[in-house]
């Protein structure tokens, strides 16, 4: 939204926070009214407002000139009705310890107690698991969207602790990027997810086609894993307007027409979900069949296209060509539909703006993989406005940005993209990035011994089902710790992970299971101790912007609510509890503040030996943020541009220096999901299944409008999209009719795995067969802690199959067959966004 909205909407969300229940304050101090604190998120950076120690609202950061309204709930966040206030333990859980009723998680009681009773059972319990069970026998790979700062990182700092006190178990891999970074490495040598894309100006410019390919820019680019500066907005608007005059073709190729489809008027082609590989490869084959394709190129910049070739043309082991035609029969495209994508892409100077959807699915490892084939096939990699971008749809992909400062002296061109004497002037030009809290002290002591070994990240129900289980993973073997104890810190796995039922039943088996967070998520009331934290405007930070243009001041504009605590705070007052060597390692002798002035003075000391200048801390703190400019040259950058000229001096990052169309290392590891080169393979469930008979729906979970995965959930921002109170699910208007279901209309969704509510949405926007339903509505169960129960409020993970991709990245999905029905019994009353009946409170 533009900053006029934004101002409109600021007023709105102020009123909402006004009229919400006031909880008070333990401990409260009164502050004097403050305006203009200044602070980060998300969902971006803003001034926070405050009154009488209360933060009521925000004004946008005068940086972001396309601020998002997300950050509008922030003030309600922070006062919200399941806000966790205090310490607590699960009733059993104090009378019994580790040998208490596992099976009572969820449903059981809770009980009120105080800071040092909590952290003395959660220090008793670390060393009791580690004698008994080893280093190994406590997961700590918290995992989730923390908050911003780099001091108050909770995960950094569980990671921190743990490696202190003995050691632990991690994870490696993200739910959101599992298949692609684990494949694209093998291809072009990086990580394809987080790779910088040739820059939009170059698009806006040269680009004759472009197609959003499971990717929806407009809508997730409100977010960032940094702070967002939404700079890719005012691009988005310039290539509209470009459009306009240059006939600029848009495609989306999604089951569903998405905000991005919708902005820019793109032509849908709606493809059946987890089918796009096949659509991919019926263009190939027209490409190739048709003499379409750039031999070139190929020979040129890539490897292995031989080898591909033999199975695009059906000659090798399945005897079947993949042409438009059989292609159709799979994706749902119509045969000529593809034909005609094959003549636009290779007529047309063309983008294929590949997103992270296609592979959070079985077999996940492909798409991207034959993404890469298809911009190879048609010779544009390297071009001004060709070939292939697959981090567009996250925030800041495709922004030009400043270069990174290197921490020595640079000659004036590469620092600022061009020759001058702007360098002597001080000119921003080049930012130095900014540290933050590492797992690991730089203090010597027994705990350099520490262990910390790592599994797949969606691969712990399996871990915790399987103890001592071997599974196949990239290339090697891994072996599944027996875990016993679970301590997560800025995370909600009752959210992100897959097949909720199954779930419950696999952290039973735990023996201690302990939280850090700030709300009762459906995580922390499967808790023993739940310690609460204090959010990002409760405490003193620092951040960046995740496009490398700032360095943020995160200062405090409210007191912690309740009794929360900053996560930095939680571990050092845990750590008491082992010994003063222990907290100093921890510390390393440093407070808060000081670890604040710390990371910003790393980051002045690079920028000062690259030529960048840089304020002092204490006019940044006041000031609130510190700028660095974008030099012309990064407007001009073109992926590959270097390679495509000369791959021999420029070589990729794999063995043959080349774009592996296939791969040697790949092939080598003999795997029957996942071979040599990219392959069409039948999801385990998709429409063209047998299951289809009974469960006729094919559920797609994209990312979220009104929130960033779970986050946001519990505030008026739901109250916009929600349908009767539940998670609206798109559905097509001949499926609905065919089911008895109207717009508006209370849904059950249901499979073998699971049911949940949703609110029916009927619309032509969705595909036929298909239906939509955003992930992150959080976990409602109408009776707590019991597999199998219904959720109430739309949690879509409660369907979704927790299978790995294949043994090369052993990644999550997020689709499903489903059947949907109205539900006719007394809609149920949600019970999540409020806190549960605490003793002692």
């Not at 102020?14 to 969902?43: R, T």
């Not at 000031?623 to 407007?635: D, I, L, Q």
Request: charged share 25%; hydrophobic share 35%; net charge positive.
């Amino acid at each position: 939204m533009d900053r006029r909205t934004f101002l409109k909407t600021g007023s709105i969300a102020a009123a909402a926070v006004a009229q919400a229940q006031a909880i008070p304050l333990v401990g409260e101090s009164l502050l004097n009214d403050k305006k203009g604190s200044f602070s980060a998120s998300h969902f971006g950076a803003f001034e926070a407002n405050v009154r009488n120690s209360r933060f009521e609202g925000v004004n946008a950061f005068e940086g972001d000139d396309y601020p998002s309204s997300l950050v509008n709930a922030l003030p309600a966040r922070t006062y919200a009705e399941d806000r966790i206030l205090y310490p607590c333990v699960r009733e059993d859980y104090l009378k019994n310890g580790y040998k208490s009723d596992k099976s009572k998680r969820g449903k059981d009681k809770f009980v009120r107690v105080s800071w040092e009773k909590a952290l003395e059972l959660v220090a008793n319990e670390i060393k009791r698991t580690h004698k008994e069970f080893g280093d190994d026998s406590i997961y700590g790979g918290s995992y989730g969207w923390y908050c911003v700062g780099s001091l108050n990182n909770p995960q950094a700092l569980l990671g921190r602790m743990l490696h202190i006190t003995g050691g632990y178990t991690s994870r490696t891999c993200t739910y959101s990027t599992h298949a692609i970074r684990q494949i694209t490495p093998y291809i072009t040598g990086t990580d394809e997810s987080t790779a910088k894309p040739t820059a939009y100006p170059v698009l806006i410019k040269n680009s004759e086609c472009i197609v959003f390919w499971g990717a929806d820019v407009v809508n997730t680019n409100q977010i960032a894993w940094g702070v967002p500066d939404h700079k890719t907005y005012k691009y988005l608007k310039e290539l509209k307007e470009e459009a306009k005059k240059r006939d600029i073709k848009f495609y989306i190729i999604d089951p569903v027409y998405n905000n991005t489809g919708m902005y820019f008027d793109a032509e849908h082609i709606k493809v059946n979900p987890t089918t796009d590989v096949a659509l991919m490869l019926g263009i190939a084959h027209y490409l190739y069949t048709n003499k379409l394709h750039d031999e070139k190129f190929l020979r040129k910049c890539t490897y292995g296209f031989k080898q591909f070739k033999e199975y695009l043309l059906g000659n090798t082991e399945d005897k079947i060509a993949k042409t438009p035609k059989w292609a159709s029969k799979i994706c749902g495209v119509d045969e000529k539909v593809i034909e005609m994508l094959a003549k636009e892409f290779a007529s047309k100077r063309t983008m294929l703006m590949g997103g992270w959807a296609t592979q959070r699915a079985h077999h996940g490892e492909q798409p991207n993989w034959m993404l890469i084939t298809l911009a190879s096939m048609l010779g544009q990699i390297g071009l001004p406005g060709g070939g292939y971008g697959c981090s567009y749809h996250y925030s800041g992909g495709g922004v030009p940005m400043p270069a990174a400062a290197t921490g020595n002296a640079q000659s004036e061109k590469s620092l600022n993209g061009s020759t001058g004497p702007q360098a002597e002037k001080g000119a921003l030009s080049a930012s130095p990035g900014l540290s933050g809290m590492s797992r690991k002290t730089k203090i010597d002591g027994p705990w350099q011994k520490s262990k910390v070994p790592v599994i797949p990240v969606s691969r712990i129900v399996e871990c915790l089902e399987n103890p001592g289980k071997e599974i196949k993973f990239d290339g090697n073997i891994i072996k599944y710790p027996d875990i016993r104890m679970a301590y997560w810190a800025g995370g909600n796995p009752f959210h992100h992970h897959q097949d909720r039922n199954r779930m419950i039943k696999a952290y039973q088996k735990l023996e201690t299971f302990v939280v850090q967070d700030a709300f009762w998520t459906a995580t922390a009331r499967m808790a023993d101790i739940i310690l609460p934290c204090t959010l990002e405007q409760e405490r003193n930070d620092i951040t960046k912007a995740h496009s490398n243009s700032y360095i943020f001041a995160m200062k405090q504009a409210s007191e912690p609510y309740g009794e929360a605590k900053d996560d930095y705070d939680i571990f050092t007052e845990l750590l008491k509890h082992f010994s003063n060597k222990h907290v100093h390692a921890f510390t390393e002798g440093r407070s808060k503040m000081e670890w604040i002035e710390h990371f910003y003075n790393a980051s002045y000391e690079k920028a000062k030996n690259s030529g960048v200048k840089m304020p002092s801390f204490k006019e940044f703190w006041e000031k609130g943020y510190c700028e660095f400019e974008t030099p012309e040259v990064a407007k001009k950058f073109v992926r590959f541009e270097d390679f495509r000229k000369n791959p021999i001096v420029n070589r990729l990052g794999t063995p043959s220096g080349k774009i592996e169309i296939f791969s040697k290392k790949i092939a080598s590891y003999d795997y029957d999901n996942c071979k040599g080169h990219p392959m069409w393979f039948e999801p385990m469930e998709w429409l063209g299944s047998e299951k289809v008979d009974k469960y006729p729906l094919n559920l797609i979970s994209p990312h979220p409008k009104y929130r960033l995965h779970s986050q946001l959930n519990n505030t008026w921002l739901r109250h916009l999209e929600e349908v009767n109170g539940r998670e609206p699910i798109w559905i097509n208007t001949k499926d609905a009719k065919k089911r008895g279901i109207k717009n508006g209309d209370v849904v059950r969704i249901f499979n073998d795995r699971g049911q949940i509510l949703g609110g029916a949405v009927v619309t032509e926007y969705v595909k036929e067969g298909a239906v939509r339903m955003q992930e992150g509505a959080w976990y409602d169960p109408s009776e707590a802690g019991e597999p199998g129960t219904l959720c109430r409020h739309g949690d879509v993970n409660v369907l979704i199959p927790d299978v790995g991709t294949s043994n090369l990245a052993q990644g999550n999905q997020a689709t499903a067959l489903v059947e949907i029905e109205k539900f006719k019994e007394e809609v149920p009353e949600i019970g999540i966004f409020k806190s549960p009946a605490i003793k002692g409170a």
